[in-house]
């Protein structure tokens, strides 16, 4: 079983719409959750990070992180062409550790 | 803003050569790292670095080695290169004590 699994879509959506990304992750030990973005033949770039359970806003961005479900989710709301990238959860156990990252979840966000 | 660079954008190689990644973090970050993006399998952990000529092996060190003589500058080595090494690299750098990574722009080798 796989440390972090992440459906790979592909996800399309139309302009505006709410749009939710999710991970699920077998080690209970992470306590440190972030999501990338990741746009075409480009690096992954930080987007959200979350110190074990709860909820992040930023902007139209929203993190949730549940433990006791060991599931992990980012929505995007109103969502905008420019949202168009592939997202990247990654955690980890805690400072110095390896992180592990999700394949990734292609998003088309169509105008 | 965190800046993290890499070499090249896109490399192609033959089969044998032997190829240098290299990448550069100005913000003075203690930790780097260097992964390969493949379809399906995302990002593995090639080897880090937490410190000066401190090296690391990740999930896939075989067929790699890394150098690290400054703090700003974690290099990639592809000793002998073969075609499974035909993929997407990307360093990457932290700092101490902050569970984020800051990603370079990749490198596309293409080995043939």
């Known amino acids: 079983q796989k440390e972090v699994e992440q459906d790979p879509g592909p996800l399309s959506v139309p302009e505006g719409a709410i749009v939710s990304l999710n991970c699920t992750y077998s080690n209970s030990a992470f306590q440190y959750f972030m999501w990338y973005r990741q746009y075409s033949r480009k690096g992954p770039e930080l987007l959200m990070y979350t110190y074990s359970s709860g909820n992040k806003e930023d902007g139209r961005f929203t993190a949730q992180v549940d433990k006791s479900s060991k599931y992990i989710s980012l929505f995007i709301r109103d969502s905008q062409p420019s949202d168009s990238a592939t997202y990247l959860c990654a955690m980890s156990v805690g400072t110095g550790n390896q992180f592990y990252f999700g394949t990734g979840t292609s998003l088309t966000v169509i105008p | 803003d965190v800046k993290v660079t890499q070499s090249s954008r896109y490399l192609v190689k033959r089969t044998g050569e032997k190829v240098f990644l290299e990448c550069v973090q100005d913000?003075?970050?203690?930790?780097m790292f260097w992964y390969r993006q493949d379809p399906g399998l995302g990002l593995r952990l090639i080897y880090f670095s937490y410190d000066v000529k401190m090296k690391e092996k990740g999930d896939i060190p075989e067929g790699y080695s890394v150098s690290r003589e400054k703090k700003e500058r974690f290099s990639l080595i592809l000793e002998s290169a073969s075609t499974n090494q035909t993929s997407m690299y990307l360093c990457?750098?932290?700092?101490?004590?902050?569970?984020?990574?800051?990603f370079g722009p990749g490198t596309r080798l293409l080995v043939l």
């Open positions: 913000m003075d970050h203690e930790n």
């Open positions: 990457a750098s932290s700092p101490v004590g902050v569970e984020t990574q800051y």
